[in-house]
């Protein structure tokens, strides 16, 4: 997409100047072999520019190896920043400036659509003398072929300059990179070495220190030999508001915790892992405790284990975890435990793509379990709401007497952006039950003939002794096989659904309440399509976006909303039969997962757009696809 | 005992539990099936211990034997099949104060809850687990279990079992950090009590098998041990399983076998012959999970709030 950054950008190369250049936002990328720092140095430089006001999102580029070979494409690792004068909601779409290590990575990323002509390369140049001929041809031709596609190459002697300070270049030279970085758009000196300083804390003074003179070194080298200097000015002056900085999972924890959640209990699995690691690192300052499991079904079983028990729990994992974990979610409706179980979505089916994102588990999470088991499904569409959803989720659990599966994804997993600090309210984290006798005259589900819905005995409540089972059960929770027994009681865990959404508004279009087209979306898109949306609507097209973050039960309001556009499609990144196709027609043709949803929800026909390429959709990307859409449309 | 305090307070003597507390619905299993002695059992363990009915979570898996839970007048969790003790283990993790009973059969623990066997274990939470074990699948009729002697006719092998069955001693013998296995035949009453008694007594997992009667499926499971009790052997022990002359009588073949000693315990478990019957093994120094999992409760809110403060400002900018 031609923003009118871009050519600005282009101009500056073009003329080479001297002349700080103002910008409303940048897109950086930092790549390198694997080892080599190239995500520390992007956090670092995130946070900082954070700390400056500069709306701020950063996403790691994952090797498809865990060993990739040096100088491979395949090997590509790094992150990428982006920074801007407003509030950043994803990874937008081509970078305009690059550091890489070496010439290689630089091939997947274009491969990926990363770069465009015009984005500034700024290349370490020790391959071209490197000893061998292979390496030193490898690199002229790279250099060449990056340039003919009008990448701005410039060869710079970054490990020259690191040899000066380091014997071990290749683990000083991000923090040299990002003195460059900081030099060229102007970053705060002092926040950048106290930030450094943090980052290397627990590895003592003389390594800070090495660090801080290698970012100064960087520093004092594009000042004499790089000719731009970009300004990104901050979107917000009112540093006063407390900030935090965090990626998705690691908001997840944070949420984990200020739910109050005391246990967690879980199974290795990318990309949710990492979460679990946050929560490791500080939950017992909580008093929480982490369990994991010898499997994802025994993890979601100790979770329902210590809920019964009356202590909150959670189990977090991907989609392959919630397939494990799928007859136990089962057992927590029938029995109406509640229960928090965190779905961080990746590629999939099987094993597929497990560090890449993807929103695929939407049908799986509601309806994949045995038997009709309605459950509640909600997805968080900022880092921001990866925390506060787990509050939400916990409260949802135990007042529905319910499973909640919360899904987010791995593009907000490993994403990071400031948003406002939370207030930590006492109510969010408070125990949930209390001890106290229990009425014996109260069955142990005393269902409400209206909402279904009914308080719950603790064990160490007198009075309350039930056995809880996965067979059909009466009020006192006796076993019971009568069909008017099975009826009733189905009848009251979906009525529990029905209860929840009349306590829900019907969702607020993002543009105008009417229109030619009215894209639906959920999940971590929503920034990068409302985006897309706003670019369409400055352009004069009647194009609305509506987000939705309940999805069982489904908001409510979305026929009325529906019927005052012309057409409603959804865009998501799940796999969609693509029109074009051969023998793909309007009776073969397999939606969209939400697109699914909404046609049977509301009987319009909603349309789709989605595919699976692995990564985030761009702002660009939407905005092609829309464009195209309302053409064809208005046809 | 009897819980009785020293003050004889009224509330105390007011719990008195009688057999009756414990009771929960009727039991459905068919007449002669060795379950009913093993419930009669854990009623009889939970009265003389005066177990707070309201602090006792009887948990089991899916099966005849994993009915048990129904049928105690404590809170219960009948959960799915093979998954008995993972939500024991829940139970437990964040609730030490909860006295903690698993009931599960063969197929449930040694074939889809393997896994779970295993690791439950190594975890040695306090709490009982009775392996009811009939050599069978019961309750959804007569398929092969692990534990199906070698040529057994069942629905899935009518023409007879074809591995030789496996060992469930040998295995919970050889996982790291087990603490307690014993074996009992559930037609000998006082054995069983005193077994039960001694598991539930111990801290850590008190991994109790059930040689169980299934006249339904598996008549032939049981019967030759009933018949020739001397194709057991009893093991005894001033540390094993307290027994009287009355029970020592009835059996024909005795060992005395001290149960720390666990290379021995390893070649009694193995012993295809002659069937060990007491305590096999014992450890009262193995780790317990729960005294990891379950630190942190006292934590209070305020305690909470600087912890989730401390932890915002490490990401604050
Ligand atoms: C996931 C699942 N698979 C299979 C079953 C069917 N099933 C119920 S109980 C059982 C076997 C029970 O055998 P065992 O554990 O030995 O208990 P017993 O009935 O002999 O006491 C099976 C296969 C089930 N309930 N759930
Ligand atoms: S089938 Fe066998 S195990 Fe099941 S209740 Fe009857 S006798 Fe007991
Ligand atoms: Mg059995």
Known sequence: MATPTGTETASVIEGGFKQPVQLDEHIIEIVSDSGEGAQKCGQTFGSISGKMGNGVWTVEIIPAEIQPPARSPAGASGIRIRLGCRYMTNMGDEADLAVAFNEQVLYSRIANGAYKEGTIVLLENKWATDPQEEIREAYATAVGEFRNNGLIVHELPMEEECLKLTSNPRKGKNMFALGMLAQIYARDVDKCLAEIAQTFSRKGDKVIQANQDLFNAGCAFAAEQIEYHFRVPPYTTDMSKPTIITSGNQAVGLGVMAAGMELVSMYPITPATSASHYVAEVFQNVGGFIHQAEDEIAAISFAIGASYAGKTACTITSGPGVALKTEMIGLAVMAEIPLVIVDVQRGGPATGLPTKVEQADLLSAIYGAPGDAPKVVIAAATIEECLHFVILARKLAEAFRTPVILLTDANLATGVQPYPRPQIKEEWFTAPVDRSAWDEHVPPYDWDPETGLSPRPIPGQRNGEYVLTGLSHTRRSKVAYDSDTNQVTHKMRSRKLAALLKTLKPPKVHGDDEGDLLVVGWGSTMGAIEEAIDHLREDGKRVSYLHLRFLSPLEPGLKEIFSRFKKVMTVEINYSDDLKDPLIDEESRRYAQLAILLRAKTLVDVDCWSVVYGHPLQPGMIYKVISDRLKKQNN | ?317
């Open chain 2, 1 to 317: 005992m009897f819980g009785l305090k020293a003050d004889w307070s009224l509330e105390v003597f007011e719990r008195y539990f009688t057999l009756g507390n414990y009771a929960g619905g009727e039991a459905r299993w068919c007449p002669g099936c060795g379950d009913l002695g093993v419930l009669n059992t854990v009623h009889r363990v939970m009265r003389d211990a005066q177990m707070l009915p309201e602090k006792s979570v009887v948990v089991s898996g899916i099966g005849c034997s994993s009915r048990l839970p129904h049928y105690v007048g404590t809170y219960g969790l009948h959960g799915l099949h093979g998954r008995a003790l993972p939500l024991a283990n829940g139970v437990k993790s964040r609730r030490p104060d909860l006295d903690v009973w698993v009931g599960t059969g063969d197929g449930d623990c040694f074939s889809i809850g393997a896994g779970h066997w295993i690791h439950a274990v190594r975890y040695n939470m306090d709490m009982v687990v009775l392996i009811f074990d009939n050599g069978i699948y019961g309750l959804t009729k007569k398929q092969t279990s692990p534990t199906t002697p070698i040529g057994a006719s069942t629905n899935t092998h009518p023409t007879g079992a074809f591995l030789p069955p496996l060992n469930p001693l040998t295995i919970t013998l050889g996982i790291t950090n087990v603490s307690f296995v014993a074996q009992v035949p559930d037609w000998n009453p006082p054995l069983l009590y005193e077994t039960i008694k001694a598991a539930h007594q111990h801290k850590g997992t008190g991994f109790v098998r059930i040689l169980q009667r299934c006249p339904v499926f598996s008549p032939d499971f049981c019967k030759p041990y009933q018949e020739n009790p001397e194709q057991m052997l009893l093991l005894t022990h001033e540390n094993g399983i307290p027994m009287d002359p009355g029970v020592k009588r009835l059996f024909p073949e005795h060992q005395e076998h001290d149960p720390q000693n666990w290379v021995e315990a390893m070649e009694l478990a193995r012993d295809q012959v002659k069937l060990p019957v007491g305590l096999l093994y014992y450890d009262p120094d193995a780790a317990v999970y729960n005294d990891q999992s379950a630190q942190g409760l006292d934590t209070t809110n305020e305690e909470k709030l600087t912890a989730l403060n401390a932890a915002l400002d490490r990401f604050a900018i």
